[in-house]
């Protein structure tokens, strides 16, 4: 079954640089709706700027972001910021949970930014660390939480919003083999069960196995020869 | 050749017939190449030979004689001695990847070779993908899991050594064509 589907993200020439050192080169893609998107390349390569900017977390120097067909990259920063709490999710490698708040808090804080009332934000968060198989750890802080846990427990609060995009980068790079491998799996099937597109950035092949198509990036721009290592996706007929 | 062992353990586990034998032998090893009847009897037959098994029970039922198979303690002991056996890493680096990759850059442009290395990785990807999508079955037997990360752990193994090529060969470019 083929059904061509409009774009839901699309980069048009993107260029960013740090100083005079160039992050990416023009870059240009399209993000089909539903879609599990790998960007793989070397450290250094651009894919995590690129996800930044896809995100609206930074701006391009040049080039355009266009997200359900409407420019993002020239909006004020507090356009995307609301952007970011209801349409997108981000889940970083580490290091963004809230310490001092339990995992049901951290899981709510997104609802409760957002304007849910407490007690309604409360059962979604606890909903959401139930569907990603930590619902024992949600009155734990994250200094009590295994790594795993820590993860999972903000792949929670990544999809508490239920957002249409999830932008992962390096999602398991600090997790064991086994661990990495059990929270893939849950962001994978949570993601086809909502219809939740993911951009996933990645410099392990085994990680990039877990998405419908892959984009290999090089030197700030798609590798010439990686380019053709896209495949279409259609895994799960989409 | 470990399809005796193989037997062995299974045996290990309770006396069977070869028609069982072979449907256990590929349920505990799913991507393996498959072993055949005639190998099964074949084998069966050479370590009867050698005393490491015995039959225990003939039977016909509605068809042809069926003899089972027991291990012997002679036969546990010759498992026991495989399985402590440490398996020694490949020791030479002559795949038919590696060699066409040397060959493609002895031979022909680094063009070539970086299109190969490409291609390649590509083809490995796909097989990568494929492989995660049957561990992702939640109807996938834990031998087919366990042959899936072997193999995956492999295509890993593969997929950095050819990017490391890719990037040295992308390197020399560079050096030749400053």
């Known amino acids: ?238 | 050749m470990s399809a005796p062992f193989v037997l062995l353990g299974l045996l290990a586990t309770g006396a069977k017939h070869g028609y069982d034998l072979k449907h256990a032998y590929d349920a505990a090893l799913p991507r393996a190449k498959p072993l055949g009847f005639g190998q099964v009897y074949a084998t069966l037959g050479r370590l009867e030979r050698d005393g490491l098994v015995t039959p225990v029970a003939h039977d016909r039922d509605q068809g042809p004689d069926r003899t089972t198979y027991a291990l012997t303690e002679a036969g546990q002991t010759a498992l026991d001695g495989w399985l402590d056996a440490v398996e020694p890493s490949a020791p030479h680096a002559a795949g038919a990847l590696v060699a066409k990759v040397a060959v493609a850059l002895l031979a022909a442009e680094p063009e070539r070779a970086s299109g190969y290395l490409a291609a390649q990785r590509a083809a490995h990807q796909e097989r990568l993908r494929e492989l995660t999508r049957t561990k992702l079955d939640p109807e996938a037997a834990l031998g087919d899991v366990i042959a899936a990360d072997y193999l995956i752990a492999h295509l890993d193994a593969d997929l950095s050594w050819l990017q490391t090529t890719l990037d040295r060969v992308a390197n020399l470019r560079r050096e030749v064509h400053p």
């Open chain 1, 1 to 238: 079954m083929s059904i061509v589907q409009a774009p839901i993200v699309q980069a048009r020439g993107l260029v960013r640089s740090y100083g005079l050192t160039p992050a990416l080169r023009g870059v240009t893609l399209d993000v089909t709706e539903g879609e599990i998107l790998a960007v793989t390349g070397p450290s250094g390569c651009g894919k995590s700027t690129l996800l930044h900017c896809l995100a609206g977390i930074m701006r391009p120097d040049a080039g355009e972001v266009i997200y359900r067909g409407e420019r993002i990259d020239n909006t004020s920063e507090k356009a995307r910021a609301v952007l970011r709490r209801t349409d997108f999710g981000v889940l970083f490698q580490f290091g963004q949970l809230v310490m001092d708040l339990t995992a049901a808090e951290n899981v709510a804080l997104p609802l409760l930014l957002n304007g849910a009332g407490r007690r309604e934000a409360r059962t979604a968060a606890l909903a959401w660390l139930e569907r990603v198989g930590v619902a024992e750890v949600a009155d734990s802080r994250p200094g009590e939480m295994s790594g795993g846990q820590q993860q999972r427990c903000a792949l929670a609060r990544a999809l508490v919003t239920e957002p249409r995009v999830l932008f992962a980068d390096e999602p398991t790079g600090a997790l064991d083999t086994l661990t990495g491998e059990q929270v893939l799996a849950q962001l994978v099937r949570v993601a086809h069960e909502h219809r939740t597109t993911v951009v996933l950035v990645t410099h392990e092949p085994r990680v990039a196995g877990y998405a419908d198509r892959e984009l290999a990036m090089r030197d700030g721009t798609f590798d010439e020869a990686g380019a053709g290592i896209a495949v279409p996706h259609g895994r799960h007929g989409r």
